[in-house]
């Protein structure tokens, strides 16, 4: 899976295509990546790997309930395409 | 050495304080005999025993033994020697590297995600924080090198080359021990 959100990286926020381990619990994880309050996208692939930007304006907002997280992320309905540019 | 005097509440230490009445010098411990010390009830005593293995001494008190006048520690058990530091490995992974991407990750423990950032460079996130940053981090990647240059408590980053510099490899294995 690809979740797509801002990271801090050396103290840097970085926007990051991350590639997830399987099995992981992603409506968890993104409570850590990026965190409660902070916008993501979570899609099976995107078409190319290292997006320059996204436009999270529509993107679910990681919730501090996995549950309501997991569901988000069945919920998304956006293609990659139509958000992010590389 | 000191002598000890024999009083109705035990053995104690004599520093020349009269006996019956009576002033002796304290070099009576080298020139008198150990009878004629015990005469007036001063006692040179003899050592404590060993103490036996697990125990030790917290106090030691003067007593008569079966007649004998010695030096006797008060035991209690030894607290268990402390346990050895031991290291664990905390983390895995074998993460997939192809076209500017983390293509794929198997075996991961403790590892939730990674990231292509640049040619040869990769950044790889733990499942959980760590406490700090107090752990080994090595990296593997077959033929190239692979240099963990940055530990955070949440990610690593991970630079690889070979010859020509900055370099993709097929994959790189990561592994993190800690000491518990």
Redo the contacts between chains.
Sequence with gaps: MKLVCEIKISGVDTLVALTTAPGIDLGAFVKVKPGIGKPFYVWTSIPQPNPTSCDFSNAPIVSSDTAVNNAAIAAISVAPEDVLTW | MTLYLETPGGFVPWSGEAINDVRHPLTVEWVWSDDELAAIGLYLPAPADDVPPGKMAVATSVERVGGVVKFVNTLVNAPPPPLPSTPVIYAV?NFAVS????????T?VN???????DVGVY?V?F???QANTRYLAKAYSGTSQALVV?KGE??L?INASNASGPYDPAEFSLEVIRVQ
């Design positions: 992974g076209d500017m991407d983390i293509s794929g990750i198997d991961a590892f939730s995600a990674a990231v292509w950032m950044l996130l499942s959980e924080a940055e949440d990610y980053i």
